[in-house]
């Protein structure tokens, strides 16, 4: 089954310390990775994606995600955080083939303490 | 920026009735999409659009669910006969393209949570 796993239901840091947020996937063929953030009563927000070439990404608000290809993974990281990235966060993977749909991952809060 | 809308933004109504959630696409888009998220569970799949019928539904989109574009702006999500189990959150979603260009993010609006009492 296709699947998309994000370990930890909560990460905490500090404020300016560097963060990561882990997804692993499980799907067929090449997929194509994403990272939305939702802040509370509000929708799906795009923060990056990941297609082919250069293994890191770079997306909105300062952050970037790492491709792993051998490890099927795709973690979220910034190199400072700040309070206003407290939010959750999910990642997200769109199977290789002739499908359009998303698999998401159940999402990870992420606390910034200032 | 353009952004996806929808209405209402909270649902109240009693099982067995039924429900239309309405939907703004940005408007150069050309896919559509609905994905709901139970309470403290994952966003899931229900379906996608794209030229006038759908393109791909899960399991979860049974009979009870249809979706219509019944004219140039808008997009809904009618569920015929609601259960206590579809109390949800319910995203709309559209992207510029969709099979072909597999990179075209989606663009989220800001959900209707439909509660079924």
């Known amino acids: 089954a296709q699947s998309v796993a994000q370990p930890e239901d909560q990460v905490n840091v500090a404020e300016g310390n560097p963060l990561t947020v882990k997804c692993t996937y499980s799907v067929s063929g090449n997929p194509y990775l994403f990272w939305y953030v939702q802040y509370p009563n509000r929708g799906l927000q795009f923060l990056l994606k990941y297609i082919t070439g250069d293994n890191l990404v770079k997306g909105s608000y300062g952050f970037e995600a790492e491709f792993n290809k051998s490890q099927t993974s795709f973690h979220l990281k910034k190199p400072s955080a700040l309070v206003s990235d407290s939010a959750l966060y999910f990642c997200?993977?769109?199977?290789?083939?002739?499908?359009?749909?998303?698999?998401f991952g159940t999402g990870t809060l992420l606390a910034v303490q200032p | 920026e353009p952004e996806v809308t929808q209405t209402p933004s909270h649902q109240v109504t009693q099982m067995g009735q039924e429900v239309i959630l309405r939907c703004v696409p940005i408007?150069?888009?050309?896919?559509f999409y609905w994905y709901r998220q139970i309470l403290g569970q994952k966003v899931e799949f229900l379906v996608s659009?794209?030229?006038?019928?759908?393109?791909?539904k899960s399991e979860i989109f049974d009979d009870q669910f249809s979706v219509e574009r019944p004219d140039g702006s808008n997009f809904t999500l009618k569920i015929r006969s609601t259960k206590l189990e579809d109390s949800a959150m319910y995203f709309c979603a559209s992207s510029e393209a969709g099979p072909i260009l597999r990179n075209s993010p989606l663009h989220f609006g800001n959900g209707t949570r439909l509660t079924v009492t």
């Open positions: 408007s150069n888009h050309l896919y």
């Open positions: 997200a993977v769109r199977p290789g083939g002739a499908t359009n749909k998303l698999i």
């Open positions: 659009f794209y030229n006038n019928e759908i393109s791909e």
